[in-house]
C-alpha cells in the first residue's frame, strides 16, 4: 500500500491560482491511478479529479474543469493539483488517493484505500 502526503494548501484570494503536491511512499505509486478529492465540515467527499498511472487520460468533476489540471511525475512519486481561478466554494480540505487498479478513473471514494492527511484550502472572496 502507497503512503500519501499532501502539501501546498493556504488562504487564497478568489481568483488567484495554488497547486498542490502529493507524494507518495511505496513502490507501487508508478502502476496507480491517482485522484483529488474535496471534503467540507458536514458533506461528503467530492471527487475533484484523477489520472491514470501513465498521465495519458484525466477526468474531471464539472465544478472544476477548465480551472484545475492534475498532472503527474512519476520520477517523483508525486501527483500534483494546479488551481487556477480560485473560488470561495473551492475551500476545503483536499486529499489526494491512490488506486492499485492504474488504468481507472474513479470518482467514488469508496472504492480507494489509500489517503493522505489532506491539505486546506480556504478561499476569501
Known amino acids: 500500500q502507497v503512503q500519501l502526503v499532501e502539501s501546498g494548501g493556504g488562504l487564497m484570494q478568489a481568483g488567484s491560482s495554488l497547486r498542490l503536491s502529493c507524494a507518495a511512499f511505496?513502490?507501487?505509486?508508478?502502476?496507480?491511478?491517482m485522484a483529488w478529492f474535496r471534503q467540507v465540515p458536514g458533506k461528503e467527499r467530492e471527487f475533484v479529479a484523477a489520472?491514470?498511472?501513465?498521465?495519458?487520460?484525466?477526468r474531471y468533476a464539472d465544478s472544476v474543469k477548465g480551472r484545475f489540471t492534475i498532472s503527474r511525475d512519476n520520477a517523483k512519486n508525486t501527483v500534483y493539483l494546479q488551481m487556477n481561478s480560485l473560488k470561495p466554494e473551492d475551500t476545503a480540505v483536499y486529499y489526494c488517493?491512490?488506486?492499485?487498479?492504474?488504468?481507472?478513473?474513479?470518482?467514488?471514494?469508496?472504492?480507494?484505500?489509500?489517503w493522505g492527511q489532506g491539505t486546506q484550502v480556504t478561499v476569501s472572496s
Open positions: 489520472i491514470i498511472w501513465n498521465g495519458a487520460s484525466t
Open positions: 488517493a491512490a488506486d492499485r487498479i492504474g488504468t481507472r478513473l474513479e470518482s467514488s471514494p469508496e472504492n480507494l484505500g489509500s
Open positions: 511505496g513502490r507501487t505509486f508508478s502502476t496507480s491511478a
